[in-house]
């Protein structure tokens, strides 16, 4: 980490509360296949920070392929953190990350570096930025039993009690709805409500945002897709099948790892398996722009046919412009 020099900068003070004036953290969140790590890295140098991954999925060990980490001559050229933390069968949740982001952006700061936290990732951009509240825990019987519903049923249901959070929540994301019903029905109280109790972490965040014109990203998807099946992302699987990776382990749920199993299981021919990976990032990223669409304080910037480093450029001058 010492290797990268740190900037002539004045020191970096955390607000004492949400969104008081000091110095700032930078997030650049945006969709899958939106070139968010390139960009990043090519933002840090400019202003001489340390990246924080918020990607859903490269915490895990192992998954390298599957989530498109960061290059190991991009992890050379710039610190980051939060990638190849947990054991393939381990887990991670957002309190977890709130509570690792805080302390690596203090962490950063003391080094007279910029902290920069990018990724993708929903539910942990949702911990820092938004808050996290404390709802009741798990009943499994219960969520079992809510589990086995269908989702138009489970959707409708949650119109009745909780429009509010039917309406954030996409009618197939059969985790969150499962969640909110569960909620209202141990605490008598919508997840809405409870939700909005919750606070951000106490620091200053610049958010920008990368989005692509829509054809553009789509078939942005699709090559992506195909670049990390040519580089070996069925090997890659296999691999940590091999090694212990079961369907009950979090990191199955990976868009990509669930596809190739049932390949390798026979249960899809490869081209099946691409259509089907396609067809489920495409998903994740209308969900992810949804998410992103309610934070109304992103500062966005269009990456369709523009190569990362004037991206980098246009959001280093948002960053410099006084508040």
Not at 59 to 69: Q, S
Not at 192 to 204: D, G, I, N, T
Not at 266 to 272: A, D, H, K, Q, V
């Amino acid at each position: 980490m010492d290797a990268h020099p740190a900037p002539a900068s004045r020191p970096w003070r955390a607000g004492t509360g949400a969104g008081e004036r000091g110095d700032r953290v930078l997030v650049i969140l945006g969709p899958t296949a939106t070139g968010k790590s390139e960009v990043a890295v090519e933002v840090t140098l400019r202003i001489g920070g340390e990246i924080v991954s918020a990607d859903s999925r490269a915490f895990f060990r192992g998954l390298d392929i599957v989530t498109d980490k960061p290059s190991p001559e991009a992890r050379a050229r710039v610190p980051h953190h939060l990638i190849d933390t947990v054991p393939i069968d381990g887990s991670y949740d957002a309190m977890a990350f709130r509570a690792d982001c805080d302390r690596l952006v203090r962490e950063i700061a003391a080094r007279g570096r910029v902290p920069i936290v990018a990724g993708g990732g929903t539910l942990y951009l949702g911990a820092i930025l938004r808050g996290i509240f404390t709802g009741p825990s798990a009943d499994l019987a219960l969520r079992a039993r809510l589990s086995a519903r269908a989702l138009p049923d489970l959707a409708a249901s949650l119109a009745k009690v909780d429009p509010e959070a039917a309406g954030r929540i996409h009618p197939r994301d059969r985790m969150r709805l499962v969640r909110a019903l569960e909620v209202h029905e141990i605490s008598g109280r919508p997840i809405s409500a409870l939700q909005k109790e919750a606070r951000p972490l106490p620091h200053r965040f610049v958010v920008v945002g990368l989005r692509r014109e829509r054809d553009d990203h789509r078939s942005g998807v699709a090559a992506r897709v195909r670049e990390m099946l040519d580089r070996g992302l069925v090997e890659e699987v296999a691999r940590l099948r091999a090694a212990g990776l079961t369907k009950s382990a979090q990191a199955y749920r990976t868009i990509g790892v669930r596809e190739a199993s049932a390949f390798l299981d026979g249960e899809m021919t490869r081209s099946e398996m691409e259509e089907a990976i396609v067809r489920n990032t495409w998903s994740l990223v209308r969900r992810q722009m949804a998410w992103f669409r309610a934070e109304a304080r992103v500062r966005w910037f269009d990456v369709t046919e523009r190569a990362p480093g004037d991206v980098a450029g246009d959001i280093f001058q948002h960053w410099e412009k006084p508040a």
